[in-house]
């Protein structure tokens, strides 16, 4: 006689052929191309005259085909300027308007600005601001994607110069925003400290936008800080490595600390 319970025993056991089968969240998130947003100041911004950052050079040389994004990093941004301003909310109602077609990331960084003694932003504001972008962020479907702070390329006068770290509370606070929020991060602030700390001043100068703007990044500088952005990506998130196109040499180069 047949046990009643053989049907349900039969479809137990086909079950873990049914999930082998079936695509992950991460699949179904890599058939859409990325479409990313860059959050930030002058460091994420195109270049210009007064300044620009790594997100151009991120954008225009490191994403497949099918994706693509919006720098909205703009000089001066601090974390209570970029919604004041009306730069945040412009940048979640494009990041609505593309979650059909496209998984849409969005990268935070700031604290250039923040620190400075004039922003009106104190360290428990811009502790509140980066968590409050967190969960707007994922709160319409998108992934924020917290980035540390560019360095700045002032070194030491001693033997060997090394990188001055004067963005260490910022880098601090916005590794714990992304950990409140349940958030993706990376760490640029140390990545491009080592990598400057490697090369030495006077190739990482040649990165600079004018002589004297140890800050911003030349078109070059914006090509291998977007490469580092990039790597670091790939390096923790395999969603974005299938969004993305590799340069072997110059990765390889960032990697070795030899200047690019």
Known sequence: MVSILQPFIFLLSLLPLLASGLPSSRHFSALKPAYF???????????????GGWGDGFLNFTLKPGSSGRNYGHNGA???SFRDGGDWGRLITEAETKTTNYTVYVTIQFGHNDQKATSGVNLTQYSDNLIAFGREVSAIGAIPIFVTSLTRRKY???TPPAIVQDLAVQRNLTVSAAQTTHSRYIDLNIASVD????IGPEAAWKYNLNPTDYTHLDTRGSVVFGRLVSDLLVRRFGDIGAVTRGNGTLSREI???VAA
């Open 156 to 158: 030491t006068n001693t």
């Open 37 to 51: 947003l860059l959050a930030g100041d002058s460091t994420t911004a195109t270049q210009s005259t007064n300044g």
């Open 255 to 257: 990697r070795e600390g």
């Open 78 to 80: 601090t974390t209570k």
């Open 195 to 198: 990598y400057c700390n490697a």
